[in-house]
């Protein structure tokens, strides 16, 4: 029998001998470096998200203990995920901000007990500097951002560790971007606004190296909007910048399919398929597994 295709995509880290070798060289803080210049030639990779907060819409503080974090995270790890993007702070909307203090004691040591277990790179997903600081010192090497380095102090501490940083568009602010959002052309205002702060950030010392960029899906976007973003997705890759892509069982498929959030796997994974046609690499997914078998597929269909 034919031996089957290799796919492009060899996804886990250390799958073959020559990207294992190099990553026994390279010390975990650069893993992230490795993975963006995967995406940059043409191949995905896959961030798994951990939510810590009580709150998370869809995995409603299942891992908020300290272990099943662990254990999910070295799961996704398995899986397939190159990053784990940890969050302290809900997001959805209507949700209300969390102090400093407790967002610091929800995600450091979930950070520090991945570092001490695992070698997979960890993203922090936090708009605050000292979160972004204490995270990087613990061990992440990557900045999630949805208010894309606005906070005063972020770019500086994104500077200062020389880290990779995903700037996000939304509008308005999680407690309120649902009410009415409102563009006269949401892909233009996308991506005017992530070059701008893709200047700003250059102006402050980021290069271009270690700039993500991500339309935001559901911040601030009515289901067309969100449509049309995913129909124009080559335009946000025509950027320069690799494109991350979140729309692991977000509310647009609850609008237009009419499912709840614990079934929405398929709306999701056939999403990531078609940004994938269209040229986005990077994806922020809670079913590891499942988006992993559908980008093998792709990429296999691609060679
Ligand atoms: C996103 C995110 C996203 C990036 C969240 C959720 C809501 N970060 N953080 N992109 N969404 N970069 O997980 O559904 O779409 S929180």
Redesign the pocket.
């Known amino acids: 029998m034919k031996k089957s295709a290799p796919t492009k995509n060899s996804n886990s880290v250390g799958a073959d001998f020559f990207h294992s070798a190099i990553l026994f060289l390279l010390p975990p803080e650069l893993y992230m470096q490795r993975i963006l210049q995967k995406i940059r030639s043409n191949q995905w990779a896959v961030m798994g998200?951990l939510n810590v907060t009580p709150d998370s819409?869809?995995d409603g503080g299942r891992f908020n203990k300290l272990d099943n974090a662990l254990k999910q995270a070295l799961l996704m790890q398995e899986q397939g995920a190159e990053v784990i993007?940890i969050?302290g702070e809900s997001?959805?909307p209507g949700a209300v901000p969390v102090p400093l203090d407790e967002e610091l004691e929800r995600v450091i040591p979930v950070i520090e007990k991945i570092r001490q277990n695992s070698d997979v790179a960890i993203s922090i997903?936090t708009s605050k500097p000292e979160v972004m600081q204490a995270a990087l010192a613990a061990g992440a090497s990557m900045v999630?951002d949805?208010n894309a380095l606005q906070a005063e102090g972020t770019i500086e501490v994104c500077v200062k560790h020389q880290v990779p940083v995903?700037l996000?568009h939304k509008q308005g602010s999680p407690q309120t971007m649902q009410d009415s959002p409102q563009y006269q052309n949401v892909v233009d205002e996308v991506k005017q606004y992530l070059e701008a702060r893709a200047s700003a950030c250059f102006e402050k010392g980021v290069t271009k190296e270690n700039i993500i960029v991500?339309p935001?899906?559901?911040?601030g976007k009515t289901l067309e909007n969100n449509l049309y973003l995913l129909r124009e997705m080559q335009q946000f890759c025509a950027l320069g910048f690799p494109v991350?892509v979140?729309v692991?069982?977000?509310s647009m498929f609850g609008v237009l399919l009419g499912r709840d959030v614990e079934d929405r796997l398929v709306a999701s994974t056939s999403a990531v398929v078609i940004a994938y046609q269209k040229g986005a690499r990077f994806f922020?997914v809670h079913d590891v597994a499942e988006t992993c078998d559908a980008l093998k597929l792709c990429a296999a269909v691609e060679t």
């Open positions: 998200i819409f869809s993007d969050g997001t959805r997903d999630n949805i995903c996000m991500d935001g899906f559901g911040f991350l979140g692991s069982r977000k922020r």
